[in-house]
Structure formats: structure tokens, C-alpha cells
């Protein structure tokens, strides 16, 4: 018998990093935004009027959360960077109950710069939960 179809999210996130394939379906994902710096330039003998110009772009990282699984995938590319960073360029991509993909995004020069497994106490009935952090150096065309 399968298990109640409410443990199972109803829209998900996958990432997939060339040479490991898809690292897993996540069911959080926060840092998703891009941000201008912002330049402020006053003009001289105008006292009233500051122009606010763009400036460089900034990027957090990406946050993804899942309960924990069997996957390896995950953990071979989080154990890579110990040594040697590879510098991929990722995918994400978002899905929806019917497994349609509704968006996705390309992350160039990324990398896994944190991992945190589960927290375990005997008492507690609540999903065991990982989560992997990614920094990148931006976007690609949105």
C-alpha cells in the first residue's frame, strides 16, 4: 500500500550539476533574487535632488531543503569541494504537481559551500530534514 499521498509535496524543486546528473528534488528553496547596488550621486548646487544610479549585482546563495533521502549524488558533490571546488553551472528547476516544469533558472560558477544534516532526537515524530547551500556568480538570462 502506498504511502497517504499528503507526505508527498505537492510542487518541488530539482537541481541538476553536469557530471553528478539530478542532486536531488527539494522541497524549499529560498535566495532566489538578484539585487542592484545602488549609487548615490548628488548633484552639485542642487541640494534637492540626488540621483540614484545602478551599480554591481548581488546574489545570495542558494538555499535548498529536503527530508532527508538515500541519495548520494548530494554528498559526493558537496565531498568534491573539500579538496578542489568544481565550478558548475546548475539548473533548477520547478515543478508542479503533475511533474510540469513551470520555471527555471541557470546558475553559472556555482558550488556547494554548506550542508546540514539532520537534527535526531529520540522523542520527536517530525521528518528527518537536510539542507544544501550553494553560492554561484549569477543568473543566467531571466
Avoid at 2 to 8: G, S, T, V
Avoid at 15 to 40: A, K, N
Avoid at 87 to 99: G, N, R, Y
Avoid at 101 to 119: H, I, K, M, S, Y
Wanted: aromatic content about 12%; hydrophobic content about 40%; overall charge negative.
Amino acid at each position: 500500500m502506498p504511502p497517504p499521498a499528503a507526505l508527498f509535496p505537492t510542487c518541488y524543486f530539482q537541481i541538476t550539476v553536469p557530471g553528478y546528473d539530478t542532486i536531488g528534488l527539494f522541497t524549499s528553496c529560498t535566495g532566489l533574487e538578484i539585487e542592484f547596488e545602488i549609487f548615490q550621486y548628488a548633484e552639485g548646487g542642487n541640494h534637492e535632488f540626488v540621483h540614484q544610479l545602478p551599480g554591481n549585482l548581488r546574489y545570495p546563495n542558494l538555499v535548498l531543503t529536503r527530508g532527508l533521502t538515500n541519495q548520494d549524488s548530494l554528498r559526493k558533490w558537496v565531498w568534491k569541494t573539500r579538496n578542489e571546488p568544481e565550478l558548475k553551472e546548475v539548473t533548477l528547476q520547478f515543478h508542479d504537481q503533475s511533474k510540469r516544469v513551470l520555471q527555471t533558472w541557470t546558475f553559472a560558477d556555482a558550488f556547494p559551500v554548506r550542508w546540514n544534516g539532520p537534527t535526531f532526537a529520540a522523542d520527536s515524530s517530525s521528518i528527518a530534514v537536510e539542507s544544501l547551500e550553494i553560492a554561484h556568480s549569477g543568473m543566467a538570462g531571466i
